[in-house]
């Protein structure tokens, strides 16, 4: 089917379409700009965040009218008193919960879906949507956050509780949606309007629905708990895969900061598959897959049609820069609770400013660096800046070790910047000594070197020594797979996590 035109938009200033209204919980109509760009993002429970962008597309009415009817309907607002004040801009609770009552007994052999679960939330996100709908701002809330419950009824024992601490995911299995959005409330003081909770089922089906998604990893990445195992490169993952690959939490260290990490990576993928894989402009694929994701979804009531609607007037045309990511600065990540066990804590301090950032709807990245010119950058397992790296001219082209320093030092290398004229026999292939305990910064070094020969040199030392041959065309730009974090919050925006 080809692709529809998009409607054009009137200039600033022109009526009919300067405004309109998105309904908002707990206030009036929030008016809306015609935005430049739209913000995009993705992940597991990006199943429930695509809603908004899949109607973002232009889709008209008759297509959307009549999905809200599959999703079942929550109140996580009833009878809550002393809320937080209302912000500027839209603040979404996204939960993603451990249910697979419809997931094949297949399935979960296949993708290590066993066990019972837990009924807790599995991933915790807060999304913001800035008033001028050009930014959205993901906040990783860690499932492990050490929290203290508000007074409340346990909805399975009927049992009256005091406030006690818990961890954060622990709110849902004791309260369901009402407890989770008060306890989040309490804890970061930002105003919820709209809840949506999607479980494994959907997220899977959605994530087959659109086809896949790519993830690039440089090195493999293997998790005997969730059978995930990846080689170093760039897959395309199904829906059990890419479940897979967002629930792992021991592929090293870093446990469920590294799970935010890689869930964050794939909410920039699934929003890139969906704008451009001709979803949002094909009526027909477009309802397939807004089916599938709505067929779980549980939202509140004022969570609708006329809301993506609006939101759909609102953004048009965003960038993968609109996009932003950050979780939470951690103070302690090892916080014991007796009963309760280990804990993650949160600055105080540097989490009250960063929910205050949200309050306010200030952007939570710095602003973006110049874009680069020429073609994008190979993705490497160790940043440049961190490899230390001595040029030698194994050639007598007189400047070419100058010449050869200053590309690396170009693309971020750490050079000596003081390149050195080779002695013996003209070389003809360049040529990288490394000491076999600094494999992983060789690896990266050379593929900023094509074709260069890696020579492991044991007790060479942290320095590693390119001799440039005869036969060196250049340097290609590299960069790490962990996309450096900018502004105050340590925040990464969508362009800097999806595959290049």
């Not at 965040?49 to 079942?72: E, M």
């Not at 309802?287 to 609006?310: I, K």
Request: proline share 8%; aromatic share 4%.
């Amino acid at each position: 089917m080809p692709t529809p035109p998009r409607t054009p938009r009137p200039p600033r200033g022109a009526g009919g379409g300067a405004r309109s209204p998105l309904p908002r919980r707990g206030g009036g109509p929030v008016p809306v700009r015609r935005a430049r760009r739209r913000p995009r993002w993705g992940m597991r429970v990006a199943t429930a965040l695509s809603v908004v962008v899949l109607a973002a597309g232009g889709i008209g009415h008759a297509v959307v009218t009549g999905l809200d009817t599959g999703i079942t309907r929550v109140d996580p607002f009833k009878d809550m008193k002393n809320r937080p004040r209302a912000g500027t801009g839209m603040n979404v609770l996204v939960v993603g919960t451990d249910g697979r009552d419809r997931i094949t007994p297949e399935e979960k052999r296949k993708y290590r879906l066993g066990g019972a679960p837990c009924h807790c939330t599995d991933t915790v996100l807060l999304v913001h949507i800035s008033e001028d709908r050009e930014r959205a701002s993901v906040v990783s809330l860690p499932r492990d956050s050490y929290a203290e419950l508000p007074e409340h009824t346990d909805q399975n024992s009927g049992e009256k509780h005091r406030a006690h601490p818990v961890k954060l995911n622990a709110a849902y299995a004791e309260g369901g949606p009402a407890l989770t959005v008060r306890t989040v409330e309490a804890m970061t003081r930002v105003k919820i309007d709209h809840y949506l909770e999607v479980d494994f089922t959907s997220f899977m089906r959605t994530v087959d629905a659109v086809g896949g998604v790519q993830i690039c990893t440089t090195r493999p990445v293997k998790d005997a708990y969730t059978g995930l195992d990846l080689a170093a490169g760039t897959h395309e993952l199904d829906g059990g895969q890419a479940l897979q690959y967002v629930r792992s939490r021991h592929i090293d260290g870093a446990a469920d900061i590294g799970r935010m990490q890689r869930q964050q990576k794939f909410l920039a993928a699934l929003v890139d598959r969906l704008t451009g894989g001709g979803v949002l402009f094909n009526p027909v694929r477009f309802r397939e897959v807004a089916t599938t994701l709505l067929g779980s979804v549980r939202a509140d009531e004022d969570f609708g049609t006329d809301q993506l609607l609006a939101l759909a007037k609102a953004m048009r045309g965003f960038t993968p820069a609109s996009s932003e990511f950050v979780s939470v600065p951690i103070g302690t990540m090892d916080f014991p609770v007796k009963g309760i066990g280990s804990t993650v804590k949160w600055d105080a301090a540097k989490a009250q400013r960063l929910f205050a950032a949200v309050r306010e709807d200030r952007p939570l990245a710095a602003p973006p660096e110049p874009a680069a010119r020429g073609p994008k950058a190979v993705v490497v397992d160790v940043a440049p800046r961190t490899i230390r790296v001595q040029v030698h001219n194994g050639t007598r082209i007189d400047g070419l070790g100058r010449k050869v320093d200053d590309a690396l030092r170009g693309t971020g290398f750490d050079t000596t910047r003081a390149p050195v004229t080779g002695t013996g026999p003209v070389r003809e292939r360049t040529v990288i000594e490394y000491d076999p305990r600094w494999d992983r910064s060789a690896k990266s070094l050379a593929a900023a070197l094509p074709g260069a020969e890696l020579k492991a040199v044991p007790g060479r030392g942290g320095t590693l020594r390119v001799v440039a041959g005869t036969g060196y065309r250049g340097v290609t730009a590299v960069r790490a797979e962990a996309a450096p974090a900018r502004g105050p919050f340590e925040a990464v925006t969508g362009d800097q996590v999806v595959c290049p």
